[in-house]
């Protein structure tokens, strides 16, 4: 599952260390290209709206090999796009295919013993984890010697071969849910309404990940100006760094496990802040950008596992709907990061985004510090 999850989310990142060369193949400008990442996450969080309520519905692995086959189609369509406007159309569908990661967790969650579901769930996304980074290390490496199609040509394979191997691996998940598919989507309305520490995990989630999404998608232009004048292999290159984000999941799942999830999400969304104000200061450096590359991915991971493991506890019935309700408000996050930063970058470039990132930041630990204060969270 977590190898799954890491390969398929990589789907929805390929792009970013790509956009300076799709904006010079069909001469578009930098917000422009940026729009293509972000409707990418669009996609996604339309996705997990009208799909991912289905896991409660229907058979999980049956959702899931149909779901493949929508995934390597839209992959297709990208790579063999003749202009930018069908590119954000195939890259807005490939965000809404791309869903399998957010089927594949609750399950997880559900296979997984009470006291352990927050080491498990940290488990599975730290290969989500190392899926998004590391996709653009191999995107950022294959668009500088092969070009950018060629990326989506090979994520199309790659996702045959796993389609093939889940066939055969994947075990079946019944569903527990009776109603039909209109009733089943009122009742995210209802969740909403009626689980307030969903509604904190969401928003708190989604401030995040935008500022996750407005780091990483202005990497490339960054690394294009002085002093580094570097390509999109180096600005991928960045996805092994924050790889090292990803080996503290299955630990700060542990430690979630232990009853300490408060404190911990408090200390994650510090490392944030701590992270942009470190890209402020030296952000002309490689040793400034490593580092706070390093504690944004510790902390946004930190924080969505704890996240994730709150919400797991709420309802066991309703996992697949709690966490749809979850990761659409956290995908829009990140469109909105990423819209922002791109928008930001265009008039007062990395000034612009370091300041987003904080203010978003920020937001994101009064709405934790707000919440925990008013309504402690029942560990």
């Not at 996702?159 to 066939?167: D, G, N, Q």
């Not at 209109?182 to 904190?200: A, H, N």
């Not at 991928?236 to 999830?261: Q, T, Y």
């Not at 802040?273 to 510790?298: C, Q, R």
Request: glycine share 10%; proline share 3%.
């Amino acid at each position: 599952m977590a190898i799954a999850t890491g390969l398929v989310v990589a789907n929805l990142y390929y792009n970013q260390p790509l956009l300076d060369e799709i904006a010079r193949t069909f001469g578009i400008t930098e917000a422009h290209a940026g729009s293509i990442s972000m409707l990418t996450q669009i996609g996604y969080a339309v996705g997990m709206f009208f799909i991912i309520p289905l896991g409660d519905m229907l058979k999980r692995k049956k959702l899931i090999m149909f779901n493949f086959g929508m995934i390597i189609a839209s992959l297709l369509l990208a790579a063999f796009s003749p202009n930018s406007t069908f590119l954000m159309f195939a890259s807005f569908l490939i965000g809404a295919t791309s869903v399998t990661p957010q089927l594949l967790i609750p399950m997880a969650a559900h296979l997984a013993r009470p006291e352990e579901r927050g080491r498990t769930v940290g488990f599975v996304m730290s290969g989500l984890l190392i899926g998004i980074l590391l996709s653009r290390t191999i995107s950022g490496f294959v668009g500088a010697h092969l070009g950018w199609r060629a990326m989506f040509i090979i994520a199309g394979l790659v996702m045959v071969l796993l389609w093939i191997l889940l066939s055969f691996l994947l075990p079946e998940v019944y569903p527990e849910y009776k109603g039909n598919y209109k009733s089943l989507m009122q009742s995210l309305v209802s969740l909403i309404r009626d689980e307030p520490m969903l509604r904190m995990a969401a928003v708190r989630g989604a401030l995040c990940f935008a500022s996750f999404a407005a780091f990483w998608t202005t990497l490339v232009f960054l690394l294009r100006e002085p002093p580094f004048n570097a390509g999109s292999d180096v600005a991928g290159a960045f996805g092994l760094v924050g790889a090292f984000g990803a080996l503290g999941a299955s630990f700060m799942g542990r430690i979630s496990d232990k009853g300490n999830s408060q404190q911990v999400t408090t200390y994650s969304i510090g490392l944030i802040i701590l992270s942009y104000l470190i890209f402020g200061v030296s952000g002309s450096s490689y040793l400034g950008l490593i580092a706070g590359v390093i504690l944004l991915d510790l902390g946004v991971q930190a924080t969505h596992i704890s996240n994730q493991t709150l919400i797991f506890s709420l309802r066991p019935e309703a996992r697949n709907r709690l966490n749809t309700v979850y990761m659409v408000t956290y995908f829009l996050g990140g469109a909105s990061g990423t819209f922002l930063a791109s928008q930001l970058w265009y008039r007062w470039q990395w000034q612009g985004v370091v300041a987003i990132g904080i203010i978003l930041s920020i937001l994101a630990l009064l709405v934790h510090l707000r919440f925990t204060k008013s309504q402690p969270i029942m560990e």
